[in-house]
């Protein structure tokens, strides 16, 4: 289901005056599972029963959207990974297993990473292929209105807003990406990894629990703090391989936004 800002706004049922973070946030549509009206109604056992439906769903069609009928017999390893529900076993690479009979394969499971989760899965996705010479797939999947928490009228000021901040950006989506040996030069070629770690701002980004069930923290100072992470990473990463900035034809940041961008 798609949506644009003002139509996500107003299912809030704030006063007009609270607009402007959707308005700024940089964003046309998003898309949600569900419709917004039952958003805001489920308990936490509902959305987590709604998580376990369409994570299964969604990643089902993914992977057949990412690895050819034909080809899913050469994949030796599936890593799953989302941060916005829970599957405590069988996990949803469990069920992909099953339903496309894939039964010489390893699984992965990555949770509770957030927007992080992909680099470990990539990681892992990437080591194992290097080791064994075999293709692997990662699925990526998060439900963010499965983690609505009920806002209130005012909006909560709690960190500067950041439940209304947090209800302007995010979205649900499901991807995949398989790593494997080939001659096509229209695939991308892995060159490597870098990362820089910073726990000062530990508390910035992420859920906690609140009342029994998840509630997003997202500070106001994340794009800064992600720019200047950003830098070091990417300068390890340009002097691990002997390149600089201006070899890099495309950059593909992680953004909340066009605005974070600009």
Known sequence: LRYGQREMFESLGSASRWSRGFDEAGIAERHFVLPLEQVRTLTFQEQQETYAHWSRKLSAETLQKTVPPGDL????????????????????????????????????????????????????????????????VLIGC????????PETDPPDRENDFELMRAYAIFGDACSGAVLG????????????????????SIDHLGYTWRDGRLRVRLSRDVPEIAGKLAVGAIDK??????????????W????AGVSILD
């Open 73 to 136: 017999g050469k994949i030796g390893l599936l890593v799953y990974h989302s941060c916005t529900g829970f599957m405590p076993g069988p996990t949803v690479g469990h069920y992909l297993a099953d339903q496309f009979e894939m039964r010489d394969i390893e699984l992965c499971n990555i949770a509770s990473m957030g927007c992080d989760g992909t680099w470990p899965a990539l990681r892992r996705c990437y080591d194992y292929t290097k080791l064994t010479g075999r293709s692997s």
């Open 252 to 255: 593909l940041p992680h953004p």
């Open 237 to 250: 990463l340009l002097e691990n391989n002997s390149l600089e900035p201006g070899d890099i034809a495309y």
């Open 181 to 200: 040996y080939d001659d096509n030069p229209r695939h991308p070629k892995v060159l490597g990894f870098a990362s820089t770690m910073d726990t000062s």
């Open 142 to 149: 998060e439900l963010s209105d499965l983690t609505y928490y």
